[in-house]
């Protein structure tokens, strides 16, 4: 099973400041199958990012994902107030498809 | 707009099967193109994946499940189902279900891009 760690646990900024979210595998993650979800509270997880650097539909390019083998991005360009949330890396190349325990981007 | 929704007991008594369905509306479940899976995220945790079943019948599981859980499908009313068996309170979450969406990855290999509201069920007596 390949286990995701994210670090922070938690990364305080204010809006409009650039947010930089890691994702590290345990093993390679095979094809790059690595996505980011985005959490809001009560919410489900939104799909951000797939095969670890493509926008899903609708998501603003505000948003860039990157990496490859073990170690992955997530970059949020300008925090907007809509963007403060929790956010989740995932790998779906090996079966058990698992999650990282995420990072919570709060406000400062 | 694809949509998929939750329903069952909120609550379950320890050693006892949580049922739940997922009702898919605004598309055909049964195109060849997609799978079904279902994710659980215990209450301020992670999300864990459970299992995914193709529209056909074929399923995968998380290993740490396996021998709990049954995942299946019913073309005709559009609507999945999750069956875990000899519930826990470790399996107090809030359960989802969720399309891996093969347009973002490759069949069962795929990230999720539609999910459902998710449904709470707690193990407890």
């Known amino acids: 099973e390949i286990v995701l760690t994210q670090s922070p646990g938690t990364l305080s900024l204010s809006p409009g400041e650039r947010a930089t979210l890691s994702c590290r595998a345990s093993?390679?993650?095979?094809?790059?199958?690595l996505a980011w979800y985005q959490q809001e509270p009560g919410q489900a997880p939104r799909l951000l990012i797939y095969?670890?650097?493509s926008r899903a539909t609708g998501i603003p390019d505000r948003f860039s994902g990157s990496g490859s083998g073990t170690d992955f991005t997530l970059t949020i360009s300008r925090l907007e107030p809509e963007d403060f949330a929790v956010y989740y890396c995932?790998?779906?190349?090996?079966?058990?498809?698992?999650f990282g325990p995420g990072t919570k981007v709060d406000i400062k | 707009q694809l949509q998929l929704q939750e329903s069952g007991p909120g609550l379950v008594k320890p050693s006892e099967t949580l049922s739940l369905t997922c009702t898919v509306s605004?598309?055909?479940?049964?195109?060849?193109?997609?799978?079904w899976g279902w994710v659980r995220q215990p209450p301020g945790k992670g999300l864990e994946w459970i299992g995914t079943?193709?529209?056909?019948?074929?399923?995968y599981y998380n290993p740490s499940l396996k021998s709990r859980v049954t995942i299946s499908v019913d073309t005709s009313k559009s609507q999945l189902f999750l069956k875990l068996s000899s519930v826990t309170a470790a399996d107090t979450a809030v359960y989802y279900c969720?399309?891996?969406?093969?347009?973002?990855?490759?069949?069962?290999?795929?990230?999720?891009?539609?999910w459902g509201q998710g449904t709470l069920v707690t193990v407890s007596s």
């Open positions: 969720a399309r891996p969406s093969s347009y973002y990855g490759s069949g069962s290999y795929s990230p999720f891009d539609y």
């Open positions: 095969g670890a650097s």
């Open positions: 093993q390679s993650v095979s094809s790059s199958y």
């Open positions: 079943i193709y529209y056909s019948g074929t399923t």
């Open positions: 995932q790998q779906y190349g090996s079966s058990p498809f698992t």
């Open positions: 605004g598309g055909s479940i049964s195109s060849s193109s997609y799978y």
